[in-house]
């Protein structure tokens, strides 16, 4: 009796640690995001220009956006946007990570190299990487004219370019960040593991699959998750690079919710789409979660 | 290695500092010379300076634009307050996302005392109750609209209250790179040039080496100065009884034209973003484009960076001719306390003193006859006369009509996905014209 | 001995071919800082400038009605308070989140987990009414507070982080009688320094370079950052991409210094090799 009790109190102290360490991190959360996201679910029963009373539609916004081409074609671009541009971004810089995470000379120089892009504002980078691409006079046209003597190719002018240039700019951009969560995590790894693991005679292609990746699980879970809310919210090179065009090739979800939103004064619409988008990242995450928990244990 | 880097990287700061002191001495200097016209309480016309001396209170002017346009809006309130001693003018300058903190403070009930908007966005605010009615202050300064340019007061005036005041309009013509004319031994189009001739000339001035153009004749913005004027030369009726109409045989014919242009290769197909002209700009610049029509916003750029001849026209002539109009208006936020020093301000921001402050940069026009005709206001190179002739035929009734919907950035949105698809080469014209109507009128104009 | 040389050598081709394309891109961006705007765009392109303009990094930080230094202490304002509570609240909630039971737990973190999949512009209006009101418009306040108290992705990062982290590590201290807080500041986070290091450069980073925030709540230009004064150098028409550059540069480098102390941290933690896994 007197045990179980020093347990459940040993149990509720922790319990109480718990929530002390969490309470601020809470308050704030529920103060300036979830009073926000909850006006704006309501919003989103309202048709409201951001300047009169908003007025009760009822669920018209969610009707109108289910028969919204637009907004189904940005959908669209925007799962291909995740599909092409998730793999692409994790596989480079879990590599770079890799590259990096041994003994090198000069590592600490290449690791300040590799994070340099990262670094740059993204408007900066969006402004840049619209000149290197430009068809007449772009710097990337011109190599591969003089090089390979190749036709000039509009880059972010055609559409069958657009999505995939602005994805590669986008690796570019933050494949060193992701390599830096990486690279902390592979550096978390008890080194006696290797150790063991070399006595064993493990393959090093063994040791990548059974060892490392196994071990930073959390943190390619982590970066998985991240680049897919990422690239639902991607707003910026958009704006800058292309504003959508050409056609409605790079409308993306966040593009043409941001443009209904402050564009076109339709804020419950926008907020409309961020119930929607909602939605479908959180079952994306969910799915991935049940994946990766079963992975992680395994 | 590491500590080296550190060290340059120390020394590239400190460097940094120290530069950075040192101009900022340098532009002080700049201020206090110049030539700039000075202020005189004795001798102005500004018709408010007498009121101005009375006025207090505090004003705030919210605006955006470069950081050229700050400095410029900043002498303009340093010499009004020499005129009103008691009102203390703070300027908020925003350097980008302009309509996004405009609508955020609107929807705070936060508004600025004076504000900018652009032509297509008043109506919003004035059916929400936001702005002030100007109607009076135009009587109690009426220098406001003495001589002013017909037309340029209709896109603030709502039910016959003007609550938006044009600051100033910028005009669209054809930039021309006179060598390459000489080179191609063509003539220089004068001031009555036809669209035919224009198309001539294109097609004469684009230099091809096989396959590759080396030089266009000409070039086109996805942008909606370039779709109104080339319809609104054709007499086109683009925008009808609050819908859209630009598949009508008109509209068509003008927007036929840049596509044809693109297809005969004189003109290249305009990436997405030039629904800001900034890459087509460029390529005037370099020399890879001989015509190119845009505002007069790009002549502070073409004068520092253009290394030839160069001059404007007025955009050739279709069956008629129109020109767009393109304007920030300032308004009066309803809410402010300080209404009579706000209008005060205005009156002395529009009067020839305040303009001569802000014309000086050839960014922009101002919307009075008699000042279009000075060659203080409107400087040159390039001559003056492209843009004095097309004041005089400023304005479009479909894009007033478009404007006042308060829809027209949606509308627009669907303009440019479609047309670019054409530009493209995806879909032909006739069927974008016809996409947009239905698209347009079924989900913006229903 | 020889498979690690060779393995080694083939790691130093990657990592030079990688820092080779890493670096074009970047190397464009800085020979062009030092072009004139009319060399910038010259056809056919050239590398180096023909003349190279230290002015434009002059001009661009002494542009502005406060020079570049100032906007630069400004940014420094928001950014130094804003990462080091941030680190501080977001690894205790970390902890909390990986390492402590308690009832609710999956679900709560769930709810930090969801609040990053809400887009910004839908919070923009509401939490600017809520600061407005508290009187903090034209204040840093409204940049601050919100990551201060740890934000879902640094709290999501360093849970991620606790998790690989073995078992045994505090079960000893916790039968020592150690105290949570202890546990975390004298185990837990000498342990995480490569993921603090990472934090502090993420965190900075994101304050430093932020502009739509800046832009919504800040009037006065006595209080401009580094990011509205590059956006001066733009309007709706033309870029002056010279200054652009010129002062992006300038701006890299506090970002540059920040990363270089702090990579140094992301190694692997001594006292790891201590710990059985």
């Not at chain 2, 002209?277 to 505002?295: H, N, T």
């Not at chain 3, 870029?239 to 190694?267: E, H």
């Amino acid at each position: 009796m007197k045990k179980l009790l020093g347990k459940r109190t040993l149990k509720q102290k922790e319990a109480i640690t718990a929530f002390l360490f969490i309470l601020l991190p809470l308050i704030s959360l529920i103060i300036l995001m979830y009073y926000p996201i909850i006006r704006s679910f309501l919003i989103s029963f309202f048709e409201w220009d951001l300047l009169r009373e908003p007025t009760f539609t009822g669920i018209q916004n969610y009707k109108t956006l289910f028969k919204d081409e637009v907004f189904l074609e940005a959908l669209g671009n925007t799962v291909h946007w995740v599909i092409m541009y998730v793999p692409m971004s994790v596989i480079t810089s879990f590599a770079l990570a890799m590259l990096l995470d041994r003994k090198l000379k000069f590592a600490g120089f290449f690791r300040t190299l590799y994070y340099l892009p990262v670094v740059c504002p993204i408007v900066v980078v969006s402004l840049l990487f619209v000149w290197i691409y430009n068809t007449d006079y772009g710097i990337l046209n011109f190599i591969l004219s003089k090089l390979f003597h190749m036709d000039p190719i509009g880059w972010i002018t055609d559409a069958k370019y657009s999505l995939f240039s602005i994805a590669i700019m986008s690796v570019w951009k933050w494949a060193g960040y992701n390599m830096l969560i990486f690279l902390a995590a592979l550096q978390g790894i008890d080194e006696s593991l290797y150790e063991a693991a070399a006595l064993d005679g493990v393959t090093p292609s063994q040791l990548l699959f059974k060892i490392k990746i196994p071990l930073v699980m959390p943190s390619i879970y982590f970066v998985m998750l991240t680049a897919v809310i990422d690239a639902f919210q991607m707003y910026t090179e958009i704006f800058i690079m292309t504003k959508g065009g050409p056609g409605y090739s790079t409308y993306t979800v966040s593009y043409y919710l941001w443009s209904n939103a402050f564009e076109y004064s339709k804020m419950g619409y926008a907020c409309a789409m961020a119930v929607v988008m909602f939605v479908i990242i959180m079952a994306v995450t969910l799915v991935q979660n049940k994946i990766m928990d079963k992975r992680i244990e395994v | 290695m590491k500590k080296n880097l550190k060290k340059t990287l120390a020394l590239v700061m400190a460097a940094t500092l120290v530069a950075a002191s040192f101009a900022a001495c340098g532009s002080k200097e700049k201020e206090e010379g110049g030539d700039k016209p000075t202020v005189s309480k004795e001798n102005t016309n500004w018709e408010g300076a007498e009121k101005a001396a009375e006025l207090e209170g505090k004003l705030t002017y919210m605006h955006s634009g470069d950081d050229y346009e700050r400095e410029m809006y900043a002498n303009v309130f340093k010499s009004y307050m020499e005129y009103a001693p008691n009102v203390e003018v703070e300027q908020m300058y925003v350097p980008s996302d302009y309509d996004t903190k405009l609508k955020t403070l609107a929807a705070a009930g936060n508004l600025p005392d004076l504000f900018w908007s652009g032509e297509a966005g008043i109506r919003a605010y004035n059916e929400a109750g936001m702005l002030s009615d100007l109607t009076g202050y135009l009587e109690e300064y009426p220098q406001l609209t003495e001589g002013i340019l017909d037309g340029v007061l209709d896109f603030g005036n709502f039910d016959g209250k003007q609550v938006a005041f044009p600051k100033d309009w910028t005009s669209y013509v054809m930039y021309l790179n006179l060598d390459m004319f000489k080179e191609a031994g063509v003539e220089v189009p004068t001031n009555d040039w036809t669209i035919d001739e224009y198309k001539d000339l294109a097609a004469k001035l684009t230099k091809k080496s096989g396959d590759r153009v080396d030089v266009y004749g000409t070039a086109i913005n996805n942008y909606r100065a370039d779709w109104v004027n080339w319809m609104g030369n054709y007499g086109a009726e683009w925008f009808k009884d609050g819908k859209s109409n630009i598949s009508s045989p008109e509209a068509l014919q003008g927007l036929k034209l840049m596509s044809d242009l693109i297809e005969a290769g004189s003109a290249p197909s305009p990436g997405s973003v030039s629904s800001t002209g900034e890459s087509e700009d460029r390529l005037f610049i370099i020399g890879k484009v001989a015509m190119y029509p845009s505002g007069r916003w790009v002549i502070p750029s073409f004068r520092s960076e253009v290394d030839f001849e160069w001059d404007a026209r007025e955009m050739p002539q279709g069956t008629t001719r129109t020109c767009p109009f393109i304007c920030s208006m300032v308004c009066i936020a309803d809410t402010s306390e300080n209404k009579d020093a706000a209008a005060n301000l205005l009156s002395y921001q529009m009067s020839d003193e305040g303009l001569a402050l802000v014309m000086e940069s050839a960014l922009s026009l101002p919307a009075y006859s008699d000042l279009m005709e000075n060659e203080n206001y409107v400087n040159t190179p390039p001559s003056a006369d492209a843009f004095i002739n097309s004041s005089k035929y400023l304005g479009n009734a479909s894009q007033l009509e478009a404007s006042k919907t308060g829809k027209w950035s949606e509308y627009s949105s669907i303009i440019t996905a479609h047309l670019s698809d054409a530009f493209e080469g995806k879909i032909s014209i006739e069927e974008a014209v016809e996409k947009i109507d239905e698209q347009a009128n079924s989900t913006v104009f229903n | 001995m020889i498979k690690k040389k060779r393995s080694n050598f083939f790691a130093y081709v990657g990592v030079i071919i990688v820092a080779i394309l890493v670096i074009l891109p970047f190397a464009w961006m800085v020979v062009s800082a030092f072009k004139s705007q009319r060399e910038l765009f010259a056809f056919p392109p050239t590398f180096f400038p023909s003349e190279w303009k230290f002015e434009n990094f002059t001009e661009a930080a002494s542009r502005g009605s406060i020079s570049f230094v100032q906007m630069f202490f400004n940014t420094l304002k928001i950014a130094v308070p804003a990462t080091i509570f941030n680190i501080i609240f977001s690894s205790l909630a970390g902890y909390a989140f990986a390492r402590l039971k308690f009832p609710g737990r999956e679900k709560i973190f769930m709810g930090f987990l969801a609040a990053m999949m809400v887009p910004f512009v839908i919070t923009l209006i509401p939490r600017f009414l809520m600061f407005k009101d508290m009187g903090f418009y034209d204040t840093y306040v409204p940049l601050i507070v919100p990551v201060m108290f740890g934000t879902p992705f640094s709290i999501f990062l360093t849970r991620q982080f606790f998790m690989t982290l073995p078992k045994e590590l505090e079960e000893a201290a916790i039968v020592d009688g150690c105290s949570h807080v202890r546990i975390w500041a004298q185990i837990f986070l000498p342990l995480c320094k490569p993921i603090i290091a990472t934090l502090t450069v993420f965190q900075f980073q994101s304050s430093y370079n932020d502009f739509m925030g800046p832009v919504i709540y800040i009037a006065s230009d006595a209080k401009f950052t580094v990011q509205m004064g590059l956006s001066s150098f733009r309007n709706s028409f033309t870029s002056r991409y010279d200054l652009i550059m010129a002062g992006s540069i300038l701006a890299l480098i506090p970002v540059v210094i920040i990363f270089i102390i702090c990579q140094k941290y992301i190694v692997r933690g001594i006292a790891m090799s201590g710990v059985k896994g």
